[in-house]
């Protein structure tokens, strides 16, 4: 089987999520990026680096602790988002256009480098992880959000797919990292220690109009909502409906999940 266009994959991935509003996407997720912010202990005086940031969750909340960061990207869309973002936030992120498997940054140079659900969708897992620690220095932390094969979201994923184009051939399920077996066997020989944990988001919609409005807002789910006939749109629309409703918290025309996500720390050796 021959290897996979990397180059042409990355320039899609550059052109879809420059696609839709990506900070509706971002809003919903921004939970993820605190807990990370905590679990990986960033704070002022440490240089921070936000790998596949998007527009920015991590980068902000890590600046508000008082870190120095540079935030990189793969779509040079995002880096445009996620650059007005932080300069109406009034902080200070340094933002790069960046393949998370090829990061333009010396070896050793941050304290922490992270990302939240942003390079697991890189081609190579393995190139992608190696490039996060070799910035890092000696004791530093890795840390990762990761989608796995659990939970609504999981579930929204798949109900989608079925809909979508198949993926590339040779590529690995980005849904992979969630494994703890499997990212162990990603990150052991990289990290000194290694502490996984399951954890929550808390999503609220007025209706389930509004959670397929958010899900379709950005990237592959805009690409997908503009090419595909109507009537599939409509099709996808009532699956995932049926989904979110067994997922429903709320029993009064809201929409309540709690969509589960593993959380990665890893330390790398000294």
């Given amino acids: 089987m021959s290897e996979p266009d990397y180059d042409e994959l990355k320039d899609r991935a550059r052109k879809l999520w420059a696609l839709g509003d990506y900070p509706k996407i971002a809003a919903i997720t921004i939970g993820a990026a605190r807990n990370l912010v905590d679990a990986t202990a960033i704070s002022a005086g440490q240089e921070v680096l936000d790998v596949a940031a998007g527009n920015g969750n991590l980068a902000l909340l890590a600046a508000e602790e008082g870190a120095d960061v540079v935030a990189s990207d793969i779509s040079p ?33 941050f304290d922490c480098a992270a990302s939240v659900f942003g390079a697991m969708f890189a081609p190579r ?22 989608w796995g094969h659990f939970g609504s979201q999981s579930e929204i994923f798949d109900t989608l797919n079925r809909y979508a184009p198949p993926p590339p051939a040779g590529i ?89 996500y593993l959380e990665i720390v890893a330390r790398k050796r000294g």
């Fill in 77 to 109: 869309g995002q880096v445009d988002l996620g650059r007005a973002r932080t300069e109406a936030e009034g902080v200070d992120v340094e933002w790069v256009e960046a393949d998370a498997e090829d990061l333009p940054f010396e070896d050793d140079r």
């Fill in 172 to 260: 690995p399920e980005p849904r992979a990292w969630g494994d703890e077996a499997t990212a162990r066997e990603r990150l052991e020989s990289l990290a000194s220690s290694l502490v996984m944990e399951r954890r929550k988001l808390h999503w609220e919609f007025e209706s389930f109009d509004a959670v397929w409005e958010t899900l379709q807002s950005a990237g592959p789910g805009a690409a997908a909502r503009a090419s595909a006939p109507p009537e599939k749109v409509e099709e996808a629309k009532q699956a995932v409906g049926e989904v979110i409703a067994r997922w429903n918290l709320a029993d009064d025309g809201r929409v309540v999940v709690e969509p589960e």
């Fill in 125 to 146: 897992p393995e190139v992608a992880a190696r490039e996060m620690f070799r910035v890092v220095k000696p004791g530093g932390t890795v840390g990762l959000a990761v």
